[in-house]
């Protein structure tokens, strides 16, 4: 029996928590905020109508799920601690000196940073490694570690056994990977709305109608290898390097980030997405979720083969 | 009974001619490369396999297939031309000279070009519409629409009687949505590889474990919504709206796009992919796209609805 402490009950850490206790953990929840208790109770109905739908065997019995009054008594006895407070360096240094006085020697302490790199995080003495996971937490099997080689090493092994993909970074980096070329993507799209180019839905069809869907399976690279046809990726770089100097973008300016892009932008959303209250979208995000990564379950591609790996180790009922 | 011109016969217009046959379209292809209908034939023989495994209902009697030895007898009595050669501009204008010259007064005449706007194409008096599609045209819904209304009004109704989907633009812009987004990606990508980070095949991981599984069903900024929880896409937005202004991407810079930089992805990608032949991976990537939109037809979802309005508008068998 494993334990685990959420330090900060957002939607981020209401997901790891669901993760963890779906999969067995005990889970200590540390969060200020009055309203954590409610908020983690929405996030882990949702895992629990979705997640076990992934398997056609049994998951382990649900864990215990304390909520603790402060944050030392919440890690006391902790396997690993995952730290998911707002994204304000001074937070995290603060919440990681507390957690460091009160964590076993052993336990794996994981930052659910977006931007920060360890050396940052780390600048005052704590001993976390990144461990960056993506929403909805208890879905999506991508984890991001970056630090300290040995204890991504253990974190990897434990990410597994909970049905996720950890990607170890070799290299620390502002935004690790996935957020970088998230930015790239959210950067350009600013610019498409605030020139009047697109709406905010036209851009989601953009996306979901075309590369959406070559990027659930296969990523960026493999997919253009294919587009080379026979000739393979180096016919592709030849075909279309050139385009990198072209005035495609206006990724070499950063767009003015006022309160007429913020209104534009939420207008829009709310035309395209407000007849939807949010619980509903997230079951509907869900109910997708699962179906494809139920469909790519039968080749063992991608996400499929790392639910097909997590269902093989479960016991058969 | 309608028929549709290819001109040119790459990955892309053997896309084209696949979609128009399969939905019962006759198809005439020019190509003057005298390995065309092989390379067309490699393209059909995935689409046959794939495209119908899409349905429950029977797709129409495939229409007939000719090639032709010069461009004017494949353009005429067409409904649809479709010019699909290489991305160089002065070729384009050639190719739609010769297509002017010999289609029918009606026929929409559409480009596959992922860059250059209808103003360009049209500067020496054709009358074409930007028609562009995704690879493998015919799987992927998306063709963006550019151009004159009353046309990509007549187009959009022949692509959704094909089941796809047409996003038409507003304004015109080099590159169009799509490929603005894509080059965003593939930019940051370049850096990523060249400045050592990740791999090739981290980078897929990175996009198919995350990401890329919710922009298969809803895209950017609907997902984005959901993330700022109740409170929104405002609240989004207010948390994440900042970061715009940090050190996260290397946009601001374009990299070298030298013979080193080719090499290494060149190699990276054989490293990943070089254990499987394109038409494995052709296979593959075809397999896992129709078990995706299998599952998003069940619950109508993005490219899901798509298939679920062409299924329900063919006969019942």
Redesign the interface.
Known sequence: MSRAAIIGG??IGGGWAARFLLNGWDVAVFDPDPEAAR?IGAVLDNARRALPALYDRALPSEGGLSYCPDLAEAVAGADWVQESV??RLELKHRVLAQIMAAAPEGAIIGSSTS?FKPSQLNAEGARAIVAHP??PVYL???V?LVGAPEVCARAADTLRALGM?P?T???E???H??????????????W?VR????T????????????????????????Y??????A???HF???F?????????R?????D?DDAL?AL??G???A??GHMG?RD??R??D???V??????K??G???GG?VAAHEAALPES
């Open positions: 957002g939607v908020k707002p994204e931007g993506f929403n999506l099997p991508l991001e993909f990607l970074l070799r290299k980096i502002d935004a990977i996935a957020d970088r070329l998230l930015e790239a993507v959210w950067r350009e799209s600013l498409l020139d009047g180019i697109a905010t839905e036209e851009i989601d069809e953009a996306i979901r109608m075309g590369f959406g869907l070559r990027w659930a399976q296969m990523g960026l690279f493999e997919t290898r294919i587009a080379g046809g026979e393979g990726m180096r770089l030849d075909q390097g050139p385009a990198l100097q072209w005035p495609w973008t990724l070499t300016d950063v767009p980030y913020v932008i939420a829009q959303s709310d395209q997405s949010i979208l997230e509907l995000r109910d997708n979720l179906a494809i990564l139920r469909a790519l039968q080749s591609s991608g996400a790392v």
